[in-house]
């Protein structure tokens, strides 16, 4: 089977998720354009030879629907020869893509293929509490399922991680992502989104909040206290008491969460170039680094989070390795009991772990995120002359993705 190589990759800055955010005003397909026309300038790639562009999107409806992978090929210019496609699992959609892309290549099915995401999260139609069980009152019946916030409130019980471990976590995430943004580690990925003058609308992520401390977070009310104990239109119960019907040991769902230890609500894009051995020497392409292995893994839907460990055993698995082959790991901040559980699980070393900060201190463009995750740890292993990395994701339905990539 053929290797499928990284030839290179770029991403948006994350742009604040609000209407005042400096990405708002850019339709979500205008957003993934000004990446694709990005990677075509830096890797020399001819468009019309590209077999696919594969896109994941969490939302797919509004801004984003009706194939935004297709739709962002031709807003870029690129010839109509170019395809597109849409994916969504969830959070891990942009991860999802990038795997499908390397597939394909190993394969034999393509040579030349564009993976990544996009999230303009100011962008959603307005949601109430969210149901993932919405008209399907079997599905309901069989798994109660409950917001994310409660999902990770529900962790935080029953793993005994405190407020003081979710915002001491948060804040790490911040010191991190603030030495690696005055670096400029994160350079070597971002490309700055532009007017239609020119102009530059943003080229830094806009999220983060440098010198955040626990005292600071400590005076933030827990968000979902209130969703977790409402009885929403359309439920005979709370959310907190569904949780408590999966999960009869919890007396109370203990709320810790809020927007300081979350992933933050931000716009971005990203994607990256994937490539057989045969076409990238054929073209003269020089490769940075390899897919090694991709799993997907699921686990119970009510506390929904808890995957990305049972995901990262099973790439291991797959791949012949062991959690000491691995140099970094990247967890994706959905919240901060998320890494902390993986973290604990597996025994990792929480110094090997989201060394740049996470979504937490950068935010979390749901379909964008993984592919941003792969460039992160790429650029990482590069800066630190390491050789292999392993991102892994929670996602909605009580999933998880991980991808071990590695240096050539």
């Known amino acids: 089977m053929r290797e499928a190589l990284i030839i290179d990759g770029a991403r948006t800055p994350r742009g604040k998720g609000k209407p005042t955010g400096a990405l708002h005003d850019f339709h979500p397909q205008e957003l993934l354009a000004q990446v694709l026309n990005a990677l075509r300038d830096r890797t020399g790639i001819d468009p019309a030879e590209v077999d696919d562009v594969v896109i994941g999107n969490g939302a797919g409806d509004g801004d984003h629907g009706v194939c935004i992978g297709r739709l962002a090929v031709l807003a870029a210019g690129w010839p109509v020869?170019?395809?597109?496609?849409?994916?969504?699992?969830?959070?891990?959609?942009?991860?999802?893509?990038?795997?499908?892309?390397?597939?394909g290549i190993r394969a034999g099915f393509q040579d030349l293929v564009v993976a990544g995401g996009v999230e303009s999260m100011s962008r959603f139609l307005p949601l109430d509490a969210p149901d993932f069980t919405a008209g399907n009152e079997r599905l309901r019946a069989r798994y109660p399922l409950v917001p994310q916030g409660i999902s990770a409130d529900l962790i935080a019980t029953i793993e005994g991680f405190t407020r003081d471990d979710v915002d001491g976590y948060a804040v790490t995430s911040q010191a991190r992502a603030a030495i690696a943004q005055s670096e400029g580690r994160f350079d070597a990925s971002l490309v700055p989104v532009r007017h239609a003058d020119g102009s530059i609308a943003l080229e830094q992520d806009e999220h983060p909040r440098p010198g955040t401390t626990v005292e600071a977070?400590?005076?933030?009310?827990?968000?979902?206290?209130?969703?977790?104990?409402?009885?929403?239109?359309?439920?005979?119960?709370?959310?907190?008491?569904?949780?408590?019907?999966?999960y009869p040991d919890v007396e109370a769902v203990e709320h810790v969460h809020h927007g300081g230890n979350s992933s933050g609500?931000?716009?971005?894009?990203?994607?990256?170039?994937?490539?057989?051995p045969e076409y990238a020497e054929a073209h003269g392409m020089r490769p940075r680094a390899r897919i090694v292995m991709h799993a997907v893994a699921g686990t119970e839907p009510v506390i929904m989070l808890t995957a990305p460990g049972p995901a990262t055993e099973k790439v291991l698995a797959q791949a012949g390795m062991t959690l000491d082959d691995i140099d970094l790991f990247e967890i994706n901040e959905?919240?901060?009991?998320?890494?902390?559980?993986?973290?604990?699980?597996?025994?990792?070393?929480?110094?090997?772990?989201?060394?740049?900060?996470?979504?937490?201190?950068?935010?979390?463009?749901?379909?964008?995120?993984?592919?941003?995750?792969?460039?992160?740890?790429?650029?990482?292993?590069?800066?630190t002359d390491r050789s292999r990395a392993l991102i892994a994701m929670c996602t909605g339905g009580g999933m998880g993705t991980a991808t071990i990539i590695e240096r050539v």
């Not at 971005?268 to 057989?276: I, K, M, P």
């Open 81 to 103: 020869e170019a395809p597109g496609l849409t994916l969504n699992r969830f959070c891990g959609s942009g991860q999802q893509a990038v795997a499908f892309a390397g597939m």
């Open 217 to 246: 977070l400590a005076e933030l009310t827990p968000s979902f206290v209130q969703m977790g104990t409402h009885v929403f239109d359309g439920f005979d119960r709370s959310f907190d008491e569904m949780a408590r019907e999966a």
């Open 265 to 276: 609500v931000v716009d971005g894009a990203a994607a990256l170039v994937l490539a057989s």
């Open 334 to 383: 959905a919240f901060a009991t998320v890494p902390l559980k993986t973290i604990r699980d597996l025994g990792l070393d929480p110094e090997k772990v989201n060394v740049n900060g996470g979504a937490i201190a950068l935010g979390h463009p749901i379909g964008a995120t993984g592919a941003m995750l792969i460039q992160t740890a790429l650029d990482e292993l590069e800066r």
